[in-house]
């Protein structure tokens, strides 16, 4: 590999201080946390450091959302897990340096949300050189504490923030298990020489996933797209379909008109390659109702109609690998989370190599009791998704072998 790992340096007896992402689903009303796969994801990097002294650093959500609070909730989580961490709630300072003092090999110290600090986030922060950023006084002050760094939080290593590029500057670093695991399962996606290689596109990251679609179809990556979603309904749009005044309306409010000339030209260059829903779900008193794209209504698209479902499920079953990133439809609605549902249980049953992208998929595999038949599951969503369409990750970047 390009990037360095745990097996590339000496940790034994030294201070850690290990990036993670635990960044989880919470329920405003109570504040618990709805899944922590996220968490479990770090714990054999926690394990590799058991004779380390461990210092972790996460965040959850960002300044301004509702879900943005301490970790305290996610300390008791790790508890659980590792019964010999503690949690403090701040992120630098004397507190802090006395706590990481008194660590004993085999110690976990959890640090506080590390997005309550100005400059993880700052947007002037953000467009700082490398060497700039490692002159925060998050990073100043943090690296003075500890004897090395390792980045296992994959799910923001595309974010060009102090925490995630900086400490490499001015530390001894390395990539933990899950970023290494992350690292490999993709380039092995981006590699694979059997086919055919279908990709399942949907959610509503539609921007991020038509630029992925470019990518592998440009580089020869894919040999099925599989649309659904708002992806499903700009390439649609693209296609001649009428989607009607509350559709038009959805990719209005959401920016998303734009990407409709990109998907007519993917179409023209891809057409044979690409796939859309042949039938579509919407809501009608109350109740699922479906129509077929040569008849359309004048409703929301809310899912993928069951011939399209059938149609895809093929496609799947015939796959030498198959990638799915984001749901069909609007999938916390009951009677439109079959079309996701359907293709990801399609994707469990498939023969070839598979790749669920995180998030919601994630946890529907999970509710489904299907996760342990995904080939693997990845933690990154956006990261996945700009680390498939060939871009470089900073986080990922900063940990490359000189």
Sequence with gaps: MEIRTLKDLDLEDKIVLARIDINSPITIETGEILDDMRIKSHLPTIEAL????????????????????????????????????????????STVKREIDRLENGAVLLLENVRFCSEETHSDVIKMTLAEQARTILVKKLSSYVDAYVNDAFAVSHRNQPSVVAF????????????ENEVTNLENVLTYKEKPRVFLMGGAKAKDSIKVIKKIMDNGVADAILTSGLVGTIFLSANGMNIGKENKKVLKEKGLEPLVPEARRLLKKYRERIEMPVDLAFQKNGSRHEFSVKNPEDHQIMDIGAESI????????????????GPCGIFEKEEFSVGTEELLKSVAESKGFSVISGGHLAAMAQKLNIANKISYISTGGKATMSFLAGEKLPGIEALKKV
């Design 50 to 93: 058991k004779n380390s002294k461990l210092v972790l650093l996460a965040h959850q959500s960002r300044p301004g959302r509702s879900d943005f609070t301490t970790l305290e909730k996610h300390a008791k989580i790790l508890e659980k897990l590792c019964s010999s961490i503690r949690y403090i709630d701040c992120v630098f300072g």
């Design 168 to 179: 490499p500057q001015v530390l001894p670093s390395c990539a933990g298990k899950l970023v």
């Design 310 to 325: 059938s149609r895809y499920g093929g496609i799947v079953g015939e796959a030498k690998i198959v990638v799915a990133n």
